[in-house]
T-cell receptor, first 119, second 114 residues
Framework: DAGVIQSPRHEVTEMGQEVTLRCKPISGHDYLFWYRQTMMRGLELLIY????????DSGMPEDRFSAKMPNASFSTLKIQPSEPRDSAVYFC?????????????????FGAGSRLTVL | AQSVSQHNHHVILSEAASLELGCNYS??????LFWYVQYPGQHLQLLLKYFSGDPLVKGIKGFEAEFIKSKFSFNLRKPSVQWSDTAEYFC????????????FGDGTTLTVKP
């Protein structure tokens, strides 16, 4: 498996522009997570999905952020309009669960990240 | 709500020194515990995990961690660090009531001087 694939790896944009980050999870994984990492705030969970359904989006900073998972193999994180304070590395991660058992579950496999710079 | 605290923000060691990074979590139920490592410029990777059984777990690259339930701790150790261990280390926990969600600590940056 190629692992979790994120695109773009780097994005430089101007304030006010729309940004779309993409993620392809590992095939067979039923959880998908979006994290944001900055020096100031560390690693923050933005939103996560289970079986393509958003479970917890309490970490999404504000209405400018939205995430979708139209199918099991694709998710997007959109920022519209973007602001300089959104500059960060955005990681996508996926994992699988084994029914009600935690054993074997919840080991996260991270993508390489998308480094976003908003000027 | 579950939380994870890592006591050391930044640790600096010389090669061959022993390492122990602290991790405490707050949750009284069944937990799964993880250590992830992030090498400079790279993404997070699993270092080791604890689900059940022997509380002393061995991971990659000579790392180990011990789960002490009474202390709600899962400290990471390595007897002799190398320069290549320079990285950021994250402790994480999932619980049986929030199985899909990993809570991460703030991370500890380890710098190993050659």
């Amino acid at each position: 498996d190629a692992g979790v694939i994120q695109s773009p790896r780097h994005e430089v944009t101007e304030m006010g522009q729309e940004v779309t980050l993409r993620c392809k999870p590992i095939s067979g994984h039923d959880y998908l997570f979006w994290y944001r990492q900055t020096m100031m705030r560390g690693l923050e969970l933005l939103i996560y999905f289970n079986n393509n359904v958003p479970i917890d989006d309490s970490g999404m900073p504000e209405d400018r952020f939205s995430a979708k998972m139209p199918n099991a193999s694709f998710s997007t994180l959109k920022i519209q309009p973007s602001e300089p304070r959104d500059s960060a590395v955005y990681f996508c991660a996926s994992s699988f669960s084994t029914g009600n058992k935690l054993g074997g579950a919840n080991v996260l496999t991270f993508g390489a990240g998308s480094r976003l710079t908003v000027l | 709500a579950q939380s994870v605290s890592q006591h050391n923000h930044h640790v600096i060691l010389s090669e061959a020194a022993s390492l122990e990074l602290g991790c405490n979590y707050s949750y009284g139920g069944t937990v799964n515990l993880f250590w992830y490592v992030q090498y400079p410029g790279q993404h997070l990777q699993l270092l080791l995990k604890y689900f059940s059984g022997d509380p002393l777990v061995k991971g990659i690259k000579g790392f180990e961690a011990e789960f002490i339930k009474s202390k709600f701790s899962f400290n990471l150790r390595k007897p002799s660090v190398q320069w290549s261990d320079t990285a950021e280390y994250f402790c994480a926990v999932t619980s049986n009531t929030n199985a899909g969600k990993s809570t991460f600590g703030d991370g500890t940056t380890l710098t190993v001087k050659p």
